[in-house]
Structure formats: C-alpha cells, structure tokens
C-alpha cells in the first residue's frame, strides 16, 4: 500500500508560503513584458522569472527575477543560433529557478530570437530538476510579420510538444482587433488569465477540491495533442445561462460540437455562496450543460469563493482538451 502511494505522490508536499508550487518563466522581452504583468495576479506559493538578451528591456521590467542572457545586452539580433549558444552559459541560474518546483510554466513570443533559441534548453532543464508538470505557453506570429516566420514557429512548437506536458498557444492570425498594438494586448490579457486561472485551481481556496493530482491528470489526460483550449465568463446567472448554452462554440472551430470534448475541467466562482437559491441557480447551470459530456468523456470541477466579485456576479473558468 505504501508504494502504491508513493508512486502516486511522487512529490514532497507544498509547505505554504515557501513559494515552492511553481516556477512562471517568461523568455525574451515580450514574454518577459507579460510574466511581470502577472505580478497583479497575486498568486500564492508562485515564483516570477524572465531571461532575456536585451539589457534595457530587463532594466525596464518590475521582477526581482530577471536574468540576462550572455554579457552583453544588445539583444539577439533575431539570431536563435547566437540566443542558443548564449543560453547554455546561463544553465546554473536557469537550474535554480526551477529546482524544487511542482510545476514549471514557460512563456515564449514565438518568432523572436531569445525566444525560439532558448526554450529548447528550458524544457530540458525542467525535465531534468524533476518538475512534475511542465507548461509551454505560446503566442503564434501574425501572417504581417513574414510567412517565413509563421511558419518556421509553427514547425518548433511541433518539435516542442513531446517536451511539454501542455501547451497553450495564442495565435496572433485569430484575433479580431483593429491594430496589432491592440492583438499584442488581446494575446497578453490571454496569456495571464488562463495561467492565472490554471494554478489558480489547485492555489486558490476551494470549497470542492481540484489538488494537484487532479491537475495533472487533466495535462496527461492521453488525447493526440497536448494543446489545452480555453474560455471564461464572467456576469449574473441570467447571462451565464445564455453564453453557455452552445459553450463548445466558444472553443476553436476544432470542436464542432460537445462531442469532440475528451476531458473538461471548470471552476465556478462567487463572492457569497451562502445564497441557497442562488447557489442552487448557478449548479443548476453547470449541471445542466457541463455535465452532460460525452460517455466516453471526463470531467472535473471545483467551487470556489472569490470576494473581488460584484454581489450576484459569477466567473466561470473552463478548460478542454480535443479529441483529435
């Protein structure tokens, strides 16, 4: 019984506070713009880093944890051989902020130099100092910057994936706004909230709990990508009920209907679940549509309370992984 379970809690346990959980690593100077940005998420037991190549953007950013890549801070000139090469003298700076960790998040631009010629060596480091989940996110080229660079940071991720456990990808070409100051926006607002709500699951206090087993089985949930997907509401009951009545078409044009869902896994958020009626009204919306998976499809939630939000507000946080 004692190896069953050491087997199944290959870990130490989290000792609150030590913000041991997980490592958020941004790489490059647009990754390292937005993992600061994260500083507002305030999640506990979370370490914040960036690496980069360009001294004065590191100089710029409000992390106690930035590193410079190589000596001499003019960036990499859009050279991922020369960001490669730089990177592999920063291994033992790279190593400590990711030592001990459960969970290491790296955030990459890809198409910038520092980026795609650095997380390679990331991912390999994360393997090797034993974190029990790692997480690529990614944002993906606009078709303006080069059909060449779209599609050389489509090849990498693929050659990433099997070093990941999931992969999260923003792509620039989906985006609806106007002006690509407003698209880099869209894509950073994104990027902060699914890993804000991502660990959040497992950090935040939870009156039905999703732990960290239960995280890790939905990144491992075997399905032919590693890609996760994901959406979030926020409002009363009465506008949950409407957006969530087709929920899947919030998901990419991959998911033509509930049925192509191998694994969901959504948080159901509130200042004051002490509202019988209320509280009634809001699982009834959950049960009603996010239940009702698929046979052969699981899924896994949790509640939790939240003060930040207005009186009769609800945020609803979803996560998917595709069957094909």
């Given at each position: 019984?004692?190896?069953?379970?050491?087997?199944?809690?290959?870990?130490?346990?989290?000792?609150?506070?030590?913000?041991?959980?997980?490592?958020?690593?941004?790489?490059?100077?647009?990754?390292?713009?937005?993992?600061?940005?994260?500083?507002?998420?305030?999640?506990?037991?979370?370490?914040?880093?960036?690496?980069?190549?360009?001294?004065?953007?590191?100089?710029?950013?409000?992390?106690?944890?930035?590193?410079?890549?190589?000596?001499?801070?003019?960036?990499?000139?859009?050279?991922?051989?020369?960001?490669?090469?730089?990177?592999?003298?920063?291994?033992?700076?790279?190593?400590?902020?990711?030592?001990?960790?459960?969970?290491?998040?790296?955030?990459?631009?890809?198409?910038?130099?520092?980026?795609?010629?650095?997380?390679?060596?990331?991912?390999?480091?994360?393997?090797?100092?034993?974190?029990?989940?790692?997480?690529?996110?990614?944002?993906?080229?606009?078709?303006?910057?080069?059909?060449?660079?779209?599609?050389?940071?489509?090849?990498?991720?693929?050659?990433?994936?099997?070093?990941?456990?999931?992969?999260?990808?923003?792509?620039?070409?989906?985006?609806?706004?106007?002006t690509l100051t407003e698209v880099f926006q869209e894509a950073d607002r994104k990027i902060i909230e699914f890993?804000?709500?991502?660990?959040?699951?497992?950090?935040?206090?939870?009156?039905?709990?999703?732990?960290?087993?239960?995280?890790?089985?939905?990144?491992?949930?075997?399905?032919?990508?590693?890609?996760?997907?994901?959406?979030?509401?926020?409002?009363?009951?009465?506008?949950?009920?409407?957006?969530?009545?087709?929920?899947?078409k919030k998901l990419p044009a991959k998911y033509s209907s509930a049925d192509e869902v191998a694994m969901a896994?959504?948080?159901?958020?509130?200042?004051?679940?002490?509202?019988?009626?209320?509280?009634?009204?809001?699982?009834?919306?959950?049960?009603?549509?996010?239940?009702?998976?698929p046979p052969d499809a699981e899924g896994k939630w949790g509640i939790y309370p939240d003060e930040t939000l207005?009186?009769?507000?609800?945020?609803?946080?979803?996560?998917?992984?595709?069957?094909?």
């Open positions: 019984m004692e190896e069953n379970l050491d087997k199944l809690f290959d870990y130490r346990p989290l000792i609150p506070g030590s913000g041991r959980f997980a490592s958020i690593v941004g790489i490059g100077g647009g990754a390292g713009r937005v993992v600061d940005q994260m500083r507002k998420c305030c999640l506990p037991d979370v370490q914040l880093y960036a690496f980069g190549m360009n001294r004065k953007e590191m100089d710029e950013l409000s992390l106690c944890g930035k590193y410079l890549i190589g000596q001499e801070g003019l960036g990499s000139g859009k050279d991922r051989f020369l960001a490669e090469y730089e990177c592999s003298k920063s291994f033992p700076a790279i190593e400590s902020v990711l030592r001990g960790r459960l969970v290491a998040v790296f955030v990459v631009c890809l198409g910038g130099g520092t980026g795609e010629g650095c997380i390679r060596s990331f991912l390999q480091k994360a393997r090797e100092v034993g974190n029990k989940a790692i997480i690529l996110v990614a944002t993906i080229p606009h078709s303006s910057e080069g059909a060449e660079k779209r599609k050389n940071a489509l090849g990498l991720l693929k050659a990433l994936e099997p070093m990941a456990d999931a992969l999260y990808t923003v792509d620039y070409d989906d985006s609806r706004c106007a890993t804000d709500s991502l660990l959040g699951m497992v950090l935040r206090r939870c009156m039905i709990t999703f732990d960290f087993n239960d995280f890790r089985t939905f990144l491992q949930f075997p399905t032919p990508s590693k890609h996760i997907d994901f959406f979030m509401l926020v409002g009363s009951l009465d506008f949950l009920r409407k957006e969530v009545k087709d929920w899947w896994v959504f948080s159901i958020e509130n200042a004051d679940w002490s509202d019988d009626k209320e509280t009634t009204e809001a699982m009834d919306v959950v049960h009603e549509r996010f239940l009702q998976l207005p009186p009769h507000q609800f945020r609803l946080r979803v996560f998917t992984k595709c069957k094909r």
